[in-house]
């Protein structure tokens, strides 16, 4: 059974599902595909001053290392690799209709988040195009969402921005 029900516009771009799992020490879930196998741990450390956490593959090895920045204007999360930030998700300080968030990605195109980024309703964009989708819609597991990340993206950074979003409006 596909994981998005109901889509007629499937480009053959890579399916995940993010299931929180409630009542985690540290805020620990697992990313799965399509097929419902675990592909990325989310690992929250614990007793930090600050929001840290880390994309991991199934195996354990980092990916991304991402951070809440607190003494900043408006709320801003770091994703780094290998100490380096790649990425710097914030909160739009105007959002008139639609929540967004703007992605600056070190040495590549900025992106934007759009949409209700609350309720898990929101498309990533990259110049104009969409590089992912994200939605509840299709599923009717509480606190479990879709990800569809258009072919050729870096798959573990959108992730990663997508767990940034998640851990700042869900906070």
């Known amino acids: 059974m596909p994981l998005f029900r109901g889509r007629r516009d499937d ?24 097929g419902g196998e675990r592909a990325f741990k989310v690992n929250g450390k614990a007793l930090r001053i600050r929001d840290t956490l880390v994309l991991e593959t199934r195996s354990g090895e980092e ?11 408006r709320d801003k999360m770091e994703i780094e690799r290998d100490g380096n930030t790649v990425a710097t998700v914030k909160k739009a300080l105007v959002t008139p209709l639609r929540e967004r968030f703007s992605i600056e990605v070190e040495g590549g195109d900025d992106m934007e988040a759009k949409g209700n980024i609350v309720d898990h309703e929101y498309e990533i964009e990259r110049g104009g195009d969409k590089v992912a989708e994200v939605s509840k819609r299709w599923f009717r597991i509480r606190d ?13 950074l959108i992730l990663a921005v997508t767990v940034c979003i998640d851990q700042m409006t869900h906070d």
């Open 144 to 156: 479990t969402y879709g990800i569809e990340i258009a072919p050729g993206q870096e798959e573990g």
């Open 63 to 73: 990916l991304f290392t991402i951070q809440e920045k607190k003494l900043s204007v």
């Open 11 to 34: 480009d053959g771009g890579t399916k995940y599902q993010m299931r929180e799992k409630m009542f985690a020490i540290g805020d620990d879930y697992w990313i799965e595909t399509d």
